[in-house]
């Protein structure tokens, strides 16, 4: 094979053709190492006829070289003969090119229309399996923004509901510890209509959460052990007919949630399944780690793939068709007899698991049992489990100054009775205007006040304008409906201290004596 050396280059670059009488004497010859010319061996050239062979593309395939061992033997004869032999060589190789060109194009052909007809059968299929996945999506989205308009609504109603039931129940309150013990009749009245208002305060408290706006307080906590601390709660609830048990996953992740309202939703949902057990059956409250994948979030609406803490209770009861199901977790919605449900325990269940920004699914089948699947995300931190203590009874007597800021005259009024019953020393104001008076004469040691106030100011922003005033204040909010002032996210805010409407005696002068018992804030 030639090198493309000084004189074989014109031919390799298709410069033209390249004659020569005697090669030896051209002054292209002998100067490539190593051998300076021909190689031992090779035949003797002198006459020398070089002629390249040029594709219709323009590019150079080679090249005819012609040597003889005399001198003069190529003439102009010589290149026009092989000059056209030159060409019929180009157009040999470049037919032939063009001959495995085209069957490899015929070969792909071939395979792209075995694709195309294999793709055309299926196709029916994957236009089917995909409008299947967007009705899902669809459906999953109205469903999505049907919860959400129904939030707003219960939200709306339950906030002016607490404040409502907050004077009622006060005032019942005063009077359950004021009647003389004769008055047997007055006080048998009070009683039930105090069970009654507390019961329509538990409606409320399940209306916000279904609302997701209830304030959480969430802990890292086991699943594992919240289940296991209400053995003997499940226990009492589902009573003999009703066989329970548990598998619970070793090491089951950490999750980030408010432990009386997994508790609130697990009994809900137990007591659900008990009911549709009449005559007795099976329940099974399961846990395990799992991942919910991309594939699995992109078929319903608010899901997020990661890794979740799962939850599962399992009952053999009745069922639910599939009208029932789509219903299930509606507010108010029941297939019970009147006066056995009122509709709102699976929707605290959904509201709870949305506001901790977990997943929730149900599922099930006439006759077949129904399974709810709750999931959790979970939790980097390992799990701290609060410890849980039952608050002593309050002490009377206490020397403290308590600012209550309420605009509500009725709720204010039974707030500063109680607090003066139970011995603190005790200020009013209505308004966050006259709240910072007070504050500016009188050395007030906890702030009770209501967080909605009126003319557009917040608790919270009195909060930190009497905290300027008075850095070691203690502050305890209250409300019926407490969300983006001092709960953001579903969550209360790191550190508030918040009693929710409507409360009660006991409520109140336990929440007063633990907020003034506790260490005082430090700032960092």
Do not use: C
Not at 26 to 55: C, E, F, Q, T, W
Not at 108 to 115: L, Q, V, Y
Not at 309 to 326: F, L, Y
Not at 359 to 386: F, K, N
């Amino acid at each position: 094979m030639p090198r493309n050396t000084a004189v074989f280059a014109p031919t390799f670059g298709g410069e033209g053709i390249v004659r020569s009488a005697d090669i030896t004497q051209d002054p292209r010859y002998g100067h490539n190492k190593p051998h300076a010319g021909m190689p031992r061996g090779h035949l003797p050239v002198r006459s020398y006829l070089a002629v390249p062979v040029i594709s219709r593309s323009g590019a150079v395939i080679g090249g005819l070289f012609f040597g003889h061992s005399e001198p003069g033997r190529f003439t102009e004869d010589s290149e026009r003969s092989l000059s056209g032999l030159a060409g019929e060589a180009a157009v040999a190789i470049d037919n032939v090119r063009l001959n495995a060109a085209t069957q490899t194009e015929i070969v792909e052909r071939r395979r792209a229309e075995a694709a195309l007809r294999e793709l055309n059968a299926d196709l029916e299929q994957l236009v089917w399996k995909r409008t299947q996945e967007l009705n899902h999506q669809a459906e999953a989205l109205r469903q999505s923004q049907k919860m959400e308009a129904l939030g707003q609504l219960t939200g709306g109603i339950a906030h002016d509901f607490n404040n409502l039931l907050q004077v009622v129940i006060g005032n019942l309150d005063i009077l359950g510890r004021t009647l003389p013990e004769e008055l047997v009749r007055q006080r048998r009245a009070v009683a039930l209509a105090m069970s009654g208002a507390k019961r329509s305060g538990a409606l409320t408290q399940r209306l916000l959460a279904f609302a997701r706006q209830q304030p959480l307080d969430p802990k890292p906590i086991s699943a594992n052990r919240t289940i296991q601390g209400m053995a003997d709660l499940l226990r009492r609830t589902l009573g003999e007919t009703v066989e329970w048990r548990t598998t619970l996953t070793p090491e089951l992740w950490t999750v980030e949630a408010d432990p009386g309202e997994l508790e609130n939703a697990l009994l809900n949902l137990a007591v659900n399944a008990r009911d549709a057990m009449p005559n007795g059956g099976k329940l099974t409250i399961e846990t395990a780690n799992v991942e919910l994948d991309e594939g699995y979030a992109s078929r319903r609406a608010d899901v997020k793939p990661g890794a979740y803490a799962q939850i599962s209770v399992s009952d053999s009861g009745t069922g639910m068709d599939a009208a029932t199901v789509s219903r299930a977790f509606d507010p108010f919605f029941t297939t019970k007899a009147e006066g056995k449900g009122t509709g709102l325990g699976l929707s605290q269940v959904y509201g709870f698991v949305r506001q901790s920004h977990g997943h929730v699914t149900l599922y099930s089948e006439p006759g077949s049992g129904t399974t709810v699947h709750i999931y959790l995300p979970r939790m980097d931190a390992q799990a701290e489990t609060p410890s849980e203590q039952t608050p002593e009874p309050a002490p009377l007597s206490f020397n403290e100054v308590v600012l209550v800021v309420e605009d509500d005259a009725d709720v204010r009024t039974y707030s500063v009775e109680v607090l003066e019953e139970l011995g603190y020393r005790v200020v009013q104001a209505s308004d966050a205007a006259s709240a910072l008076q007070v504050m500016a004469t009188v050395p007030v040691d906890l702030l009770f006040t209501d967080v909605v106030l009126p003319g557009g100011t917040t608790g919270a922003v009195l909060a930190n304008r009497a905290r300027e005033m008075r850095p070691e204040l203690k502050v305890l909010f209250t409300s019926g409906y407490a969300r983006d002032a001092i709960v953001h996210h579903g969550r209360l805010d790191r550190g508030v201290q918040l009693l929710p409407k409507p409360f009660g005696f006991d409520d109140l002068a336990i929440k007063i004596r633990e907020v003034l018992d506790a260490e005082p804030k430090r700032e960092t």
